[in-house]
């Protein structure tokens, strides 16, 4: 009995350790397109075309590129982006990247499909020297040895992806052409910082448009001007709840840089409210604690009319400093008496990024330690070792006959109650 309470301790261990490391998110993969002014190609073996390349082969590739002659560094980055929206279509049969497929003519062009967090490989380019610089209009800063960062930001009221795709990619090949003209070389990246899906179009006469849910909506916001600024995503535009009635708050975009004090930091957002020329105001606070964590204790909601309510989380939100904090389902905002709501899908923030980082860092998962998968595993683990142990246990009572025939003498008779 003991080796088989040994048994069952070692194979319910080994049950919690499959279960936690099969649980773990996997990061995020977004494809991305390279290329650069020079028409000198790359160095080295290019990694095959359609597997998955991780951070440290990404961040290879670029090495390779910077080895040669250090160019400047530029990145454009999409809030999502898929493989599926480079075989996706206008609506004159045209692709949505036209100036994109004609820059590969004389330059040395690679396309990745999946990389994991470019972001990340990008970031550890500051071993080299490489410091990052966000450039917001089409003036061109003095560059030397600097990733010069082009957030191309999200739909603009009316457009659907396609068209939002086919005006970046104009956007993208004129700023391309602008520094390739001031620049001796230039290294442009062009990928997303999360992945997006698009599910596959029937044919049929009447092409639909990108769901109404996420028309207009600013999937990242981030405050400027500030070392520490804030960022903050969600998956879809918010939905604010009053009395009942449910709002869609898109066009969202940082007011100002936030506010900053001793133990606290405030983000203020914007929105346009549906589709009527209201606008709602949004100041999320997030309070530091001397035990080195910042965590996200309220967001005010403020009408057109200056009326202020005040939304607490129903989750804790919360991470280390220097981390960011996210979480695959909704968070809910509510006020004291339940009136009016707030709710973020798929939420990702971090305060304190500091003015050079693009991406965010490391998260903090609200998933528990013990998730439903882990629960399964378990409870599957020790019924099948009870059924073990209770078989055991009948072998174990199984008694040897004590009582043998005699050939010689009398044979042996049992009674009903023995």
């Not at 602008?178 to 092409?207: C, F, I, N």
Request: charge should be neutral; include cysteine; charged fraction near 20%.
């Amino acid at each position: 009995m003991k080796m088989a309470s040994s048994k069952m301790y070692l194979t319910a261990v080994l049950a919690v350790i499959l279960g936690t490391i099969f649980s773990t998110n996997a990061h995020s993969h977004v494809p991305v397109l390279l290329w650069e002014s020079s028409s000198v190609g790359a160095n080295g073996a290019t990694p095959a075309a359609l597997s998955a390349m991780e951070v440290d082969e990404f961040l290879d590739v670029l090495m390779r590129r910077l080895d040669r002659n250090s160019p400047v560094v530029a990145l454009f980055a999409e809030d999502s982006l898929s493989v599926e929206d480079f075989s996706r279509q206008s609506s004159e049969a045209q692709s949505t990247f036209p100036a994109l497929q004609s820059i590969k003519g004389g330059n040395s062009l690679e396309f990745f499909p999946s990389v994991q967090s470019p972001m990340k490989a990008l970031n550890r380019l500051s071993k080299l020297g490489y410091k990052w610089e966000e450039v917001s209009g089409e003036v061109l800063p003095e560059a030397d040895k600097k990733i010069l960062l082009f957030n191309l930001g999200g739909l603009k009221g009316g457009e659907d992806r396609s068209q939002m795709l086919l005006r970046h990619d104009k956007t993208v090949a004129s700023l391309f052409k602008q520094m390739v003209e001031k620049y001796s070389d230039v290294l442009a990246v062009y990928t997303g910082r999360h992945a997006s899906w698009t599910a596959p179009e029937s044919r049929r006469v009447r092409r639909d448009a990108e769901p109404t849910t996420t028309t207009g909506c600013n999937t990242v916001i981030k405050s400027t001007g500030n070392s520490s600024q804030i960022m903050l995503y969600t998956s879809e535009c918010p939905v604010l709840t009053i009395n009942g009635t449910n709002f869609n708050l898109s066009s969202g975009e940082a007011v100002g840089p936030p506010d900053t004090r001793k133990s606290l930091i405030r983000m203020v957002a914007r929105y346009k409210v549906d589709t009527s020329s209201d606008k709602a105001t949004l100041r999320f606070r997030f309070n530091f604690t001397d035990s080195g964590y910042w965590q996200l204790i309220q967001a005010e909601y403020e009408d057109s009319r200056n009326q202020k309510h005040l939304l607490e989380p129903t989750t804790v939100i919360k991470a280390p400093i220097n981390f960011s904090y996210s979480c695959g389902s909704t968070a809910t905002f509510q006020s004291a008496d339940k009136s009016v709501s707030l709710k973020l899908k798929n939420i990702k923030v971090q305060p304190l990024m500091g003015s050079t980082r693009a991406d965010f860092a490391a998260s903090e998962d609200c998933v528990p330690f013990f998730t439903i998968p882990i629960w399964s595993g378990l409870f599957v683990t020790f019924l099948l070792l009870f059924i073990v142990a209770w078989g055991i246990d009948m072998m174990m009572n199984i008694h040897t006959m004590d009582r043998f025939d005699d050939p010689k003498g009398k044979p042996l008779v049992f009674n009903a109650q023995e």
